[in-house]
């Protein structure tokens, strides 16, 4: 039996493990989902931002590390990408499938944990994508090492990765605002941080129905994803602000590196 709640015990704030995402992705919640992540405003706010990256870079075979509920699997799809979607929630997969086959699509999907993405997933991709803020579930810095070093291994020799996170830097120094333009874009739904620190940010979800959900995810700062890139093999690093080449610090919900596993002469972005 599917647990219908939950689980975070007396203490939500000492919750800081990389495993305990599956107990917060319950069925409930991401029937939900598609309400908090509504895929027409957020076609509308990533316009091709992914889908040029790719083409610009010759890319042909994606693998989405973080196919959540299949928004972008099935935005590659038809666009013509060859697509393997995985992910660490059963639930998700099911939900993704199911919305791809809506679209008329037929969704490749495996559950992995990325820790060990290799040993589920045996092919070479030209990219690999982790969307939707998804890396900050990894709570340890093994953990974030060993998944990135699994994404480069998954990689051909000149292929790309693209990571996206929250705007953490601000949420710490300067506190919480979001203008739910690109990611977080269902009008009934409230997205706020209960708690954050150095080590934890959990945020609410409230929805229409008064049901609210949690999420625990670790506030990864923009330089420090940058720099563990580097230190795992990644060369060139681009940092987007939500989707710009040129931003000021504080003003992006969402950063988007965009890695290449190659070394290619030009300035480092």
């Known amino acids: 039996m599917k647990s219908t709640k939950q689980k975070y015990g007396e203490d939500p704030t000492a919750i800081r493990e990389s495993d305990h995402y599956q107990e917060e992705y319950i069925r409930q919640f991401v029937e939900k989902w598609d309400d908090l992540i509504n895929w027409n405003k957020r076609a509308e706010g990533e316009?091709?931002?992914?889908?040029?990256?790719?083409?610009?870079?010759?890319?042909?075979?994606?693998?989405?590390?973080?196919?959540?509920t299949g928004y972008h699997s099935v935005r590659l799809l038809e666009a013509g990408f060859d697509v393997v979607s995985a992910d660490g929630s059963p639930e998700m997969l099911y939900r993704a499938f199911e919305n791809a086959k809506s679209q008329g699509q037929i969704l490749r999907t495996v559950q992995v944990d990325w820790r060990w993405l290799n040993k589920d997933i045996h092919e070479k991709f030209d990219a690999v994508i982790c969307l939707g803020n998804s890396f900050t579930h990894l709570f340890s810095e093994n953990d974030r090492r060993k998944a990135l070093a699994e994404f480069y291994s998954a990689l051909h020799h000149d292929g790309l990765l693209i990571l996206d996170q929250r705007?953490?830097?601000?949420?710490?120094?300067?506190g919480y605002s979001s203008k739910h333009k690109f990611y977080y874009c269902g009008e009934d739904v409230e997205v706020q941080?209960?708690?954050?620190?150095?080590?934890?940010?959990?945020?609410?979800?409230?929805?229409?129905?008064?049901?609210?959900?949690?999420l625990n995810m670790y506030p990864l700062r923009r330089d420090y994803s940058r720099r563990l890139m580097k230190e795992v093999g990644f060369q060139n690093i681009f940092t987007y602000g939500d989707f710009q080449e040129t931003f000021r610090t504080e003003e992006p919900?969402?950063?988007?590196?965009?890695?290449?596993?190659?070394?290619?002469?030009q300035n480092d972005g």
């Open 193 to 214: 941080p209960e708690h954050v620190d150095e080590g934890l940010a959990r945020f609410q979800y409230r929805f229409q129905d008064d049901s609210t959900y949690h």
């Open 167 to 174: 705007n953490y830097d601000t949420i710490l120094d300067s």
């Open 253 to 265: 919900d969402f950063f988007i590196h965009v890695a290449e596993k190659e070394y290619q002469q």
């Open 47 to 68: 316009g091709n931002f992914f889908m040029d990256v790719l083409k610009e870079n010759g890319v042909k075979k994606v693998l989405d590390v973080a196919t959540g």
